[in-house]
């Protein structure tokens, strides 16, 4: 499965990186990309449970491809979501379903930083994002 542009993108630069700093001040940076969720979005409603810290998330479909919108009150976590966001931005629920969640992390050399609480979270969004979309088709 092909990456999309901004994913690739994101690889490029954590590929680059040296070490964990480098990739602390990177996912710090891409947590700051997140459009910000508005105080509706941050509904009992979009809240994925099986993180730690609060996360929301909310879904749109146009034309057959997905469109996600997340926050965290975390600032960590910010990064990841953003990270996982580039990764699955635009694509239909067939493609979403494939998307394996530890490889993307290992490509981007961060799999030995996920704490298994992060690891189970970021996988809590995977599986909000699934019902979702099968809600939603």
């Known amino acids: 499965m092909s990456l999309p542009l901004e994913a690739q ?10 070490g964990w700093e480098q990739r602390a001040r ?13 105080e509706a979005d941050k509904s009992e409603d979009n809240r994925v449970h ?5 996360v929301w998330l909310v879904a749109e479909q ?4 997905w469109r996600f919108k997340a926050g965290s009150d975390a ?6 979501l953003a990270l996982l966001l580039v990764r699955v931005q635009g694509l239909a ?14 490509q981007l050399g961060l799999e030995r930083q ?3 609480s992060r ?3 970021l996988h809590a969004v995977l599986q909000r994002m699934a019902e979702l979309t099968r809600h939603q088709q």
């Open 50 to 54: 099986g993180c730690e810290s609060l």
């Open 75 to 80: 600032r960590l976590l910010r990064g990841l």
């Open 114 to 116: 996920l704490s298994p």
């Open 62 to 65: 146009h034309d057959g491809q």
């Open 26 to 38: 990177l996912l710090m940076q891409m947590g700051d990309t997140l459009e910000p969720l508005g």
């Open 93 to 106: 629920s067939a493609e979403l379903a494939g998307v394996d969640l530890n490889a993307w992390f290992a």
């Open 119 to 121: 690891s189970n979270g």
């Open 9 to 18: 993108e994101a690889l490029a630069r954590f590929e680059q990186a040296r």
